[in-house]
């Protein structure tokens, strides 16, 4: 019947479509090729720049706390379990007090790790330009060019020993706050739920930093516990 011609010759052929899409796709194999590539090496710079970050941990269980029955004889004292004293130990373990003692025990002031003024300079071109020529500057431009308008600095202005000691201690207490902060960010204090243990997490760049935090943290708050029982007893 004539509809039928008619449909058949308004029906798209397939195989000349996917003729087509096949000689594009060869007409541009340079270029797809090429965006490949340029998106695969884009990842492999990026992923090789990426510090890894490493997690250790340590569980404590937590004594429950003891409070009398009613009813009972109060001279002894029954193991009740509450769900508020795994919340009030994990505070007192993340805790800037402890976290203090951390890092003195740690001794992190003199760790490059956590003391930027420990570290090696970063060796650079633009680096290696810039720093030069601020110090030539410094000197040449800036520091006569004060004292033409200002005149030279007057000695008797500097700082006695005494002031010059309190501001040493004073940046010796901020490189510590600095540093305790630091310490706090890479800690994790986790409380379960149903149970009296306390997961203690901690992250760095450095593995062996990773399970040095987690331990000390632990080492700390127990060593607080007891000392805070033998205070109790005396």
Same mark, same amino acid.
């Given at each position: 019947?004539?509809?039928?011609?008619?449909?058949?010759?308004?029906?798209?052929?397939?195989?000349?479509?996917?003729?087509?899409?096949?000689?594009? #796709?060869?007409?541009?194999?340079?270029?797809?090729? @090429?965006?490949?590539?340029?998106? /695969?090496?884009?990842?492999?710079?990026?992923?090789?720049? #990426? /510090?890894?970050?490493?997690?250790?941990?340590?569980?404590?269980?937590?004594?429950?706390?003891? =409070?009398?029955?009613? @009813?009972?004889?109060?001279?002894?004292? =029954?193991?009740?379990?509450?769900?508020?004293?795994?919340?009030?130990?994990?505070?007192?373990?993340?805790?800037?007090?402890? !976290?203090?003692?951390?890092?003195?025990?740690?001794?992190?002031?003199?760790?490059?790790?956590?003391?930027?003024?420990?570290?090696?300079?970063?060796?650079? #071109?633009?680096?290696?330009?810039?720093?030069?020529?601020?110090?030539?500057?410094?000197?040449?431009?800036?520091?006569?060019?004060?004292?033409?308008?200002?005149?030279?600095?007057?000695?008797?202005?500097?700082?006695?020993?005494?002031?010059? !000691?309190?501001?040493?201690?004073?940046?010796?207490?901020?490189?510590?706050?600095?540093?305790?902060?630091?310490?706090?960010?890479?800690?994790?204090?986790?409380?379960?739920?149903?149970?009296?243990?306390? /997961?203690?997490?901690?992250?760095?760049?450095?593995?062996?930093?990773?399970? #040095?935090?987690?331990?000390?943290?632990?080492?700390?708050?127990?060593?607080?516990?007891?000392?805070?029982?033998?205070? !109790?007893?005396?």
């Amino acid at each position: 019947p004539m509809w039928q011609r008619w449909a058949k010759a308004d029906a798209p052929d397939d195989s000349l479509s996917i003729r087509r899409i096949l000689g594009v #796709l060869r007409r541009r194999a340079i270029l797809i090729a @090429g965006i490949a590539v340029l998106v /695969t090496s884009i990842a492999a710079v990026w992923v090789s720049q #990426l /510090t890894p970050l490493y997690v250790a941990q340590a569980q404590l269980v937590v004594s429950p706390a003891r =409070t009398p029955d009613i @009813g009972a004889d109060p001279l002894t004292p =029954t193991l009740a379990p509450d769900f508020w004293t795994n919340e009030t130990e994990a505070a007192i373990i993340g805790s800037r007090e402890l !976290a203090r003692k951390a890092v003195e025990r740690l001794n992190l002031v003199n760790s490059p790790l956590y003391n930027a003024s420990l570290r090696p300079p970063e060796r650079g #071109l633009v680096r290696s330009i810039v720093g030069p020529l601020k110090a030539f500057v410094s000197d040449m431009i800036v520091k006569p060019a004060k004292e033409f308008l200002f005149g030279a600095p007057d000695a008797a202005t500097d700082p006695s020993p005494a002031q010059a !000691a309190q501001t040493a201690d004073n940046r010796q207490e901020m490189l510590v706050d600095s540093i305790v902060a630091a310490y706090v960010g890479g800690l994790s204090v986790v409380p379960q739920d149903r149970s009296r243990i306390i /997961t203690v997490q901690y992250r760095s760049t450095d593995p062996e930093m990773a399970a #040095l935090g987690a331990n000390t943290a632990a080492e700390v708050y127990i060593l607080d516990q007891l000392s805070v029982k033998g205070e !109790a007893r005396s």
